[in-house]
C-alpha cells in the first residue's frame, strides 16, 4: 500500500529557510512509528490546491503512483489532533507471539513537529477565510475536480472523528458496513454496475478482508420504485455478487416518497398539469424554452428531496452501522456551482456518522477471468 502525505507551505521566496527538511524527517519518524510503508512526499505551495495538484502529478514511484485521493470532509467540525496522543509517545513492537509490547519508558519517545491544526489553543491565525481554515469551500471542491480529470479516484472522508474503534469492533456487538451503490441525487441513474458503483464495491470488500473486520457483515442497498420488478433486480445483483465473489446482503429499500421529491418528477406533472389547463401552442413554446434553459441536476436539487434522502439513509428500523460508503457525484461543470454541490453532500450525509463518498474513474472488477 502506498501512502501518500502531502504539506503545503508558503513559497520558498517569504520564508528565511527550507521548512520541509524539519517536516520531512517528522513525518518519517511518524511512518516508522505506525510500521507502514509509504512514500513521504512534501511539497512547497501558494495554496492548498497547487499543493496537491503538485502532489499528484509527482508522488509515487514508477507504476507505484497513488490513484486515489483521500480527504476530510469540508464543515465546521473542528478536527482532532491526534499526533498529540500520550500513546504515540510509546514506540510499539511485535514479539514473536505477534502481541504488540511498549519499549522502554525511558527511552526517548520520538520528536513530530506538525503545525497545528485549525481548533488548537496554541493558534493563534485566522485562517484565509477568518475560521482557522486555510481553504475555502470553492478551492476545496476545485480539489475534487482537479483529482477526478487526472483519473483519480475520490474519497471524502466525514464524521470519522465520531468512530471509536474500540466500541464499534467489540466482539459483543454485530458490525455492519452499508454499502449505497447508486447515485442518489440522480434517480434517473440508479444503476449499480458503473465503475464508480464497482469501486464502492470494492473497497467494501477490501475493508471486510482486514482481520479486524471480518466479523463485518456488507449490507448492499438497492433503491426501487413502484412499478419495478424488484425480484429480478435482486436475483440479477445477486448474480453479480456471486460472479465477484463478494459475501453481501441484498436489501431492497423502495423510494417512491423520496423520488417524487426530485425535481425532475416534480417537472413531469408540472408539464402535465400544464396540458390540461394551457391551449396547446402555448405549451409548445413553454417547452421550447424549459428545453433552451434547462438547468444542471445541481441547481435543481431541493434541500426536502436531499433531507428525504438523508432519513431514508438514517432509517432507525435498521442496526446503525460502522461505516457507510456513498456513491459521490462529480462535481458540476459551472464553477460557480461549487458551493452548491458542497452544501448538498453536507445535507446528504447529516448525522450519518462515519461515512465514506466514494468516486472511481477507473475500472476496478472484471469478470473475464
Not at 481548533?119 to 482557522?132: M, T, Y
Not at 467494501?204 to 426501487?224: D, E, T, Y
Not at 423520496?258 to 406533472?269: C, F, K, N, T
Request: proline residues 8%; contains cysteine.
Amino acid at each position: 500500500y502506498i501512502h501518500l502525505i502531502p504539506l503545503c507551505c508558503p513559497p520558498p521566496d517569504t520564508l528565511p529557510s527550507d521548512p520541509l527538511q524539519s517536516q520531512y524527517d517528522s513525518w518519517l519518524s511518524l511512518v516508522d512509528h505506525l510500521n507502514i510503508k509509504s512514500f513521504v512526499n512534501l511539497t512547497l505551495a501558494d495554496s492548498v490546491r497547487h499543493g496537491v495538484q503538485h502532489l499528484l502529478f509527482i508522488s509515487g514511484l514508477g507504476g507505484m503512483r497513488p490513484n486515489t485521493l483521500v480527504l476530510g470532509f469540508y464543515d465546521d467540525s473542528l478536527p482532532k489532533d491526534t499526533l498529540i496522543d500520550p500513546s504515540l509517545s510509546i514506540c510499539p513492537t511485535s514479539d514473536p507471539t505477534g502481541s504488540l509490547q511498549d519499549f522502554d519508558h525511558d527511552q526517548e519517545p520520538p520528536l513530530f513537529h506538525f503545525a497545528s491544526v485549525r481548533g488548537s489553543v496554541d493558534r493563534q491565525d485566522g485562517g484565509e477565510i477568518g475560521d482557522g481554515k486555510v481553504l475555502g469551500p470553492q478551492e476545496y471542491v476545485a480539489i475534487i475536480a482537479d483529482a477526478m480529470k487526472m483519473l483519480k479516484n475520490v474519497v471524502l472522508a466525514r464524521n470519522f472523528n465520531d468512530f471509536d474503534r474500540s466500541v464499534v469492533l467489540s466482539p459483543s456487538s454485530p458490525v455492519f458496513v452499508d454499502v449505497w451503490p447508486v447515485n442518489l441525487l440522480r434517480p434517473d441513474s440508479s444503476s449499480y454496475v458503473d465503475t464508480c458503483s464497482f469501486f464502492l464495491l470494492q473497497l467494501a470488500c477490501i475493508l471486510n478482508m482486514v482481520r479486524s473486520w471480518r466479523k463485518a457483515r456488507l449490507r448492499l442497498f438497492l433503491c426501487v420504485e413502484e412499478g419495478r420488478s424488484v425480484r429480478g433486480s435482486e436475483e440479477k445483483l445477486g448474480q453479480l455478487l456471486k460472479d465477484l465473489r463478494i459475501k453481501a446482503q441484498v436489501l431492497s429499500v423502495p423510494w417512491d416518497q423520496q423520488v417524487a421529491l426530485h425535481w425532475q418528477r416534480q417537472g413531469e406533472r408540472k408539464q402535465q398539469s400544464d396540458t390540461n389547463n394551457e391551449d396547446e401552442e402555448k405549451i409548445e413554446e413553454e417547452e421550447e424554452d424549459y428545453v433552451n434553459s434547462f438547468p444542471s441536476n445541481a441547481t435543481r436539487l431541493s434541500d426536502d428531496y436531499l433531507s428525504a434522502v438523508n432519513k431514508l439513509i438514517l432509517d432507525p428500523a435498521r442496526p446503525p452501522p460502522a461505516v457507510r460508503f456513498l456513491y459521490l457525484p462529480r462535481p458540476p461543470a459551472d464553477t460557480r456551482r461549487y458551493t452548491t454541490y458542497l452544501h448538498q453532500l453536507e445535507l446528504l450525509t447529516q448525522d450519518l456518522g462515519p461515512t465514506l463518498l466514494i468516486h472511481g474513474v477507473t475500472p476496478v472488477i472484471t469478470t473475464d477471468l
